[in-house]
């Protein structure tokens, strides 16, 4: 879990009016409202793009996924950009932004989002493992829709854990521009 400080809330408030989101530290249920609430309304606000900075190394399947079924109905255009590490399933709302880039020295790490804790029943924890696989299942093929990948690649290196650097990411189809030094990020 990443502990770093949440950002001053004069700075946050500087790149909202700039349409600029960030995410940072693991993807959870509190950390997918906020984002989700502060993309749906800068998309209210009008249609120009909206920037979404990624840095989490993973996250819960769910909160991933209210997110993503924020941007998907934004009219604005999402632009990503991934810093440092992406991981787990924050590989997969990375995915689904239609303008992809990165710092040289992001990583990414394909690897299987880990199912949330669940205690219960054995009846409970099948259902618990059932609704995991079905979001897994969803996440593997907007990963493969946005990367042109095949699904089976797909599996077999989220379940190896495969690691990618920015470039390599480039040529898997996940990032569409690497963002070179001097060049201001647009």
Do not use: C
């Not at 199912?115 to 219960?120: C, K, L, N």
């Amino acid at each position: 879990m990443d502990n770093s400080p949440p950002l001053a809330p004069w700075l946050e408030e500087k790149l909202f009016d700039r349409r600029i989101v960030i995410l940072q530290g693991s993807v959870t249920g509190s950390a997918a409202t906020r984002t989700a609430a502060a993309l749906l309304t800068l998309d209210a606000q009008g249609q120009d793009p909206v920037e979404l900075h990624l840095r989490s190394p993973d996250g819960d399947l769910d909160a991933v996924f209210a997110v993503i079924d924020a941007v998907d109905v934004m009219h604005a255009p999402v632009h990503a950009l991934a810093s440092a590490e992406i991981g787990g399933a924050a590989v997969g709302l990375y995915a689904v932004a239609p303008h992809r880039r990165a710092f040289p020295h992001t990583r990414f790490r394909l690897r299987e989002p880990r199912a949330a804790g669940v205690s219960g029943t054995a009846e409970d924890v099948a259902h618990a493992a059932g609704h995991h696989l079905r979001v897994l299942d969803d996440l593997i093929v907007r990963i493969a829709q946005a990367t042109g990948q095949p699904r089976s690649r797909i599996e077999d290196d989220l379940s190896r854990g495969r690691q990618l650097t920015a470039e390599e990411a480039r040529e898997y189809g996940l990032v569409h521009e690497i963002v070179t030094p001097g060049k201001k990020p647009s």
